[in-house]
């Protein structure tokens, strides 16, 4: 995107970033609330030879630094703190063609018999 500045009857162009998809989610969610802790569980269908398109990790790490409380349980299976973090995660995933599933976490003391 291009943008056109006036400065004392000169013009010039100056070049300004298009916003990542992350900070698009991120503004997109901005009101979500909710405590608690969320498993999101993703999985791409790439078929023969495909991959995951690396844009989708740098956005992923985008989220994870900007959210804080969302580590990795294992390669597709995110655990975060909080909705807003889980909603990001589940629409970066939807937004690359990912199927996603967002499990809410309740711990329980489990007794032996």
Known sequence: MKQTLYSIGVMRQVSV?????ADKLLLELECIGGNGDYLVVYDFSVGRGGRIPLRFYRNLRILIER???VDFVQKSVLLCKGKKAA??????????????????VVERDVESC
């Open 17 to 21: 970033p298009r916003k990542s998809i």
């Open 67 to 69: 959210l804080g409380g």
């Open 87 to 104: 909603l990001a995660v589940a629409k970066l995933v939807e937004h690359y063609g990912g199927n996603v599933r967002i499990f809410q």
